[in-house]
């Protein structure tokens, strides 16, 4: 069944995921109202002779100079010399998800954009097309000009574009999608480009994701802590609400949930190392970074990051900043931070389990036949590797500004490079979160109790449904994956 999204009201982080396949996109009537109304007072304001920043000027540093006088021929002044990006493509599910935002910010009425821009966006996202966009290119300042312009250029049958996955020449593509090239003038071809939308749509989708893991790794510490017979105190509400930080008691409550009827078995040290007795606290300082990312990604996905914007019933056109993607640049930084910590926690859980000094007397690695097999010892490489890799690229790229443009953007977000880099993070933790997950499954198959909390009884049957013992060795790379999906799924009903 497609998925309907209605351009009257403001996406979700759902809507952006369901962009990955054909979705029905509404442009309603009170959208329509709006950027019809925005359109014709454009052509008033131009036919009164007054300056319109990319209508009738040039472009950045180049402002001061008249732009080309045919507004068809301006689109192509516009769209040609952002034709620089390189490096790889980025993937499909973050370009799609990136014009439908785009379509949902021109929908709000103040870019002066033509209606038919819109409308063939919505088409495109009904169909498997995606343009074929190089990652590398935004400085995230003046909107994701370079990428946003390849995915305009792919729109008018230039460049190239993916159709059922298939990389083909754009005009083909269309073609062969039943959509026809899209006409632009110079308006539309800047609106177009003109926004931090590929940055909010990968910070929105590096948010899903780190939640996603969060959660996971709520459910994976009280199962490893059911596992080993851990005392439970450090997760009593008297204590975190002591701590008094917000996301600390809600995490607490949330493992509470899951880790009810955990029995201490009387074997354990009085306290547990902190990757088991401090992830409360960690865990509940990541929800509450979380929730200023949250509130970031939900002003941006509703807001209109465009230059000029267009007032009708004012009579203003008004030149300002709101393609700066400085917003989206710090969360996606903070995003950075907390997927390394999160990373650590459960790099360092799946540590304390495969050692037979700290988990209980379980066998080294969790080998069936130590020395004869060798149990989780590749996967604990690889989540080494993962960690690490993670960890490298933690630096925050939001304060990084390098003046270009002539001077024009003397200060830039990066915001782009944040998000992206964020969202390739998610997708490591999300592997590491499967090796944990691995690393449970077969503690409880080589020795450890089983579960006394029914709730960490049910994570660990969905995850032993998909993940055999490892009794020969074999390789496990499918069985992270697996794993990673599964206990994900079963964390959200814990959310």
Same mark, same amino acid.
């Given at each position: 069944?497609?998925?309907?999204?209605?351009?009257?009201?403001?996406?979700?982080?759902?809507?952006?995921?369901?962009?990955?396949?054909?979705?029905?996109?509404?442009?309603?009537?009170?959208?329509?109202?709006?950027?019809?109304?925005?359109?014709?007072?454009?052509?008033?304001?131009?036919?009164?002779?007054?300056?319109?920043?990319? +209508? =009738?000027?040039?472009?950045?540093?180049?402002?001061?100079?008249?732009?080309?006088?045919?507004?068809?021929?301006?689109?192509?002044?516009?769209?040609?010399?952002?034709?620089?990006?390189?490096?790889?493509?980025?993937?499909?599910?973050?370009?799609?998800? =990136?014009?439908?935002?785009?379509?949902?910010?021109?929908?709000? $009425?103040?870019?002066?954009?033509?209606?038919?821009?819109?409308?063939?966006?919505?088409?495109? #996202?009904?169909?498997?097309?995606?343009?074929?966009?190089?990652?590398?290119?935004?400085?995230?300042?003046?909107? !994701?000009?370079?990428?946003?312009?390849?995915?305009?250029?792919?729109? %008018?049958?230039?460049?190239?574009?993916?159709?059922?996955?298939?990389?083909?020449?754009?005009?083909?593509?269309?073609?062969? +999608?039943?959509?026809?090239?899209?006409?632009? !003038?110079?308006?539309?071809?800047?609106?177009?480009?003109?926004?931090?939308?590929?940055?909010?749509?990968?910070?929105?989708?590096?948010?899903?994701?780190?939640?996603?893991?969060?959660?996971?790794?709520?459910?994976?510490?009280?199962?490893?802590?059911?596992?080993?017979?851990?005392?439970?105190?450090?997760?009593?509400?008297?204590?975190?609400?002591?701590?008094?930080?917000?996301?600390?008691?809600?995490?607490?409550? %949330?493992?509470?949930?899951?880790?009810?009827?955990?029995?201490?078995?009387?074997?354990?040290?009085?306290?547990?190392?902190?990757? @088991?007795?401090?992830?409360?606290?960690?865990?509940?300082?990541?929800?509450?970074?979380?929730?200023?990312?949250?509130?970031?990604?939900?002003?941006?996905?509703?807001?209109?990051? !465009?230059?000029?914007?267009?007032?009708?019933?004012?009579?203003?056109?008004?030149?300002?900043?709101?393609?700066?993607?400085?917003?989206?640049?710090?969360?996606?930084?903070? #995003?950075?931070?907390?997927?390394?910590?999160?990373?650590?926690?459960?790099?360092?859980?799946?540590?304390?389990?495969?050692?037979?000094? %700290?988990?209980?007397?379980?066998?080294?690695?969790?080998?069936?036949?130590?020395?004869?097999?060798? $149990?989780?010892?590749?996967?604990?490489?690889?989540?080494?590797?993962?960690?690490?890799?993670?960890?490298?690229?933690?630096?925050?790229?939001?304060?990084?500004?390098?003046?270009?443009? #002539?001077?024009?953007?003397?200060?830039?977000?990066? $915001?782009?490079?944040?998000?992206?880099?964020?969202?390739?993070?998610?997708?490591? #933790?999300?592997?590491?979160?499967?090796?944990?997950?691995?690393?449970?499954?077969?503690?409880?198959?080589?020795?450890?109790?089983?579960?006394?909390?029914?709730?960490? +009884?049910?994570?660990?049957?969905?995850?032993?449904?998909?993940?055999?013992? @490892?009794?020969?060795?074999?390789?496990?790379?499918?069985?992270? %994956?697996?794993?990673?999906?599964?206990? +994900? !799924?079963?964390?959200?009903?814990?959310?």
């Amino acid at each position: 069944m497609t998925t309907e999204v209605d351009l009257d009201v403001p996406l979700r982080i759902a809507d952006l995921r369901a962009a990955r396949d054909p979705v029905k996109v509404v442009v309603g009537a009170q959208a329509r109202e709006r950027v019809t109304a925005a359109r014709t007072y454009l052509s008033a304001v131009l036919g009164d002779d007054r300056a319109v920043y990319g +209508a =009738t000027t040039g472009f950045g540093a180049l402002v001061g100079y008249a732009g080309r006088a045919d507004l068809r021929d301006q689109a192509d002044n516009t769209l040609a010399h952002l034709g620089a990006g390189q490096g790889p493509e980025l993937d499909p599910e973050v370009v799609r998800a =990136t014009l439908l935002l785009r379509a949902a910010s021109l929908a709000r $009425g103040a870019s002066g954009v033509s209606p038919h821009v819109i409308d063939a966006l919505a088409a495109m #996202l009904a169909t498997t097309f995606v343009p074929a966009v190089p990652r590398l290119g935004s400085v995230g300042a003046s909107g !994701d000009l370079i990428p946003l312009g390849a995915a305009a250029q792919a729109l %008018r049958g230039r460049g190239h574009a993916y159709l059922d996955g298939v990389r083909l020449p754009a005009a083909e593509a269309l073609q062969r +999608a039943g959509l026809e090239p899209l006409p632009l !003038d110079g308006r539309d071809a800047l609106a177009l480009v003109n926004g931090t939308s590929l940055t909010t749509a990968a910070t929105a989708l590096a948010l899903d994701a780190a939640r996603c893991a969060h959660r996971a790794v709520q459910v994976l510490t009280c199962l490893l802590a059911d596992l080993l017979g851990s005392d439970t105190q450090f997760l009593d509400a008297r204590l975190l609400a002591a701590y008094g930080h917000p996301g600390a008691v809600d995490v607490g409550a %949330r493992m509470r949930g899951v880790g009810a009827g955990i029995v201490a078995s009387g074997a354990r040290p009085l306290q547990e190392p902190y990757s @088991i007795r401090c992830a409360p606290q960690l865990l509940g300082a990541a929800e509450d970074a979380l929730r200023y990312v949250d509130a970031v990604v939900g002003a941006d996905l509703a807001s209109v990051t !465009d230059n000029p914007l267009f007032f009708p019933d004012e009579d203003l056109v008004v030149h300002g900043g709101n393609f700066f993607g400085q917003p989206a640049a710090f969360a996606a930084d903070v #995003l950075s931070m907390v997927v390394a910590q999160v990373g650590n926690l459960a790099e360092r859980q799946l540590d304390l389990l495969v050692d037979p000094n %700290r988990n209980g007397g379980l066998p080294p690695m969790l080998a069936a036949g130590p020395g004869q097999q060798h $149990g989780l010892q590749g996967v604990q490489l690889a989540a080494t590797a993962l960690i690490t890799e993670i960890r490298r690229d933690t630096m925050p790229a939001s304060m990084q500004s390098v003046p270009t443009n #002539l001077h024009n953007q003397d200060v830039v977000p990066l $915001g782009t490079q944040a998000a992206l880099r964020a969202l390739d993070q998610t997708r490591l #933790l999300h592997l590491i979160v499967g090796s944990l997950a691995v690393g449970l499954r077969q503690a409880a198959y080589v020795g450890a109790r089983a579960p006394t909390a029914p709730g960490c +009884a049910e994570a660990l049957a969905a995850v032993a449904a998909v993940v055999p013992p @490892i009794d020969p060795d074999r390789p496990l790379d499918a069985d992270v %994956r697996r794993a990673a999906d599964v206990i +994900a !799924d079963f964390s959200v009903s814990f959310s």
